[in-house]
């Protein structure tokens, strides 16, 4: 069965975190595999000695936090398939079909994250769009024809929004920034909208001139209200590139595609 992993830890965000990839996981129809902290927290340890309860009946008073916390949050765990492990995300053999959940930039470039900012559920923002920025590279197409992502944006049912931006052509007197796209950008705009086309999904795009692509794309994702902005990290791609700098700035949730999954 296909996984979403995800740790916990006390903390609003940890709480949220988990929040989120359960509701992922039950959308997708994924197991949740979720990662506990190897140190229990000092606080249940006290609870657990002054109420006289042993190791084992303090592991299950540690899950039934996590399910009251959970519950608060209209999230019900009994519709997901879960497991929890007491162990180290960073320490799991992972598969190129698993999908993380997770707060740290950190994590391996080749593997498939989704960082879900301060969003406690996948519609937090309302069923907006969902955005896949392009350039002139293969990336994009590679994005929209995994297995990953594909099976995701059927399932939310949201149309596609394809974005890019694009240098002003000099000589051209033409205001509309889609005039001023390179033929290698037309070409994948194209082949972009024929994939989605043959898979029934419903798409728009958006182009524009902007300086600065990064701030271009979480500003686009901003105004068109986007639920989800879905990008990939090219093999040769390391540190400091689209994807980073757009983690860096926005607040609406990004699933990143590993290297892995789309070499």
């Not at 000695?49 to 540690?62: I, K, N, Y």
């Not at 994590?107 to 955005?131: D, H, I, K, Y």
């Not at 394809?162 to 000589?171: A, D, L, R």
């Amino acid at each position: 069965m296909k996984r979403v992993l995800t740790s916990f830890s006390y903390d609003p965000q940890g709480c949220k975190r988990v929040a989120y990839a359960t509701d992922l996981a039950k959308r997708l129809g994924r197991k949740l595999i979720i990662f506990l902290p190897n140190g229990v927290d000092k606080r249940l340890t006290l609870t657990a000695q002054v109420c006289g309860r042993s190791e084992f009946e303090l592991l299950t008073f540690e899950l039934q936090y996590i399910h009251s916390y959970l519950r608060q949050q209209g999230i019900v765990m009994e519709d997901v398939v879960v497991e929890f492990k007491r162990d180290s995300l960073g320490r799991c053999v992972f598969k190129t079909s698993d999908m993380i959940v997770s707060h740290d930039f950190s994590v391996s470039q080749s593997l498939t994250v989704l960082f879900p900012r301060n969003e406690s559920s996948v519609f937090a923002r309302g069923e907006g769009p969902l955005m896949i920025p392009f350039g002139v590279g293969p990336t994009a197409l590679q994005v929209l024809s995994s297995c990953l992502p594909l099976p995701l944006i059927k399932i939310f049912g949201q149309p596609v929004l394809f974005y890019h931006t694009t240098w002003e052509k000099k000589g051209m007197s033409s205001s509309q920034p889609r005039d001023h796209m390179c033929r290698a950008a037309y070409d994948v705009l194209a082949q972009l909208c024929a994939k989605a086309h043959a898979e029934g999904i419903a798409y728009g795009e958006y182009i524009e001139k902007v300086s600065f692509v990064e701030s271009g794309i979480v500003r686009a994702a901003l105004e068109q209200g986007v639920s989800l902005l879905i990008m990939g990290r090219a093999k040769d791609v390391g540190r400091g590139s689209y994807v980073d700098q757009v983690l860096e700035r926005s607040p609406i949730p990004v699933l990143v595609m590993g290297s892995k999954v789309l070499s």
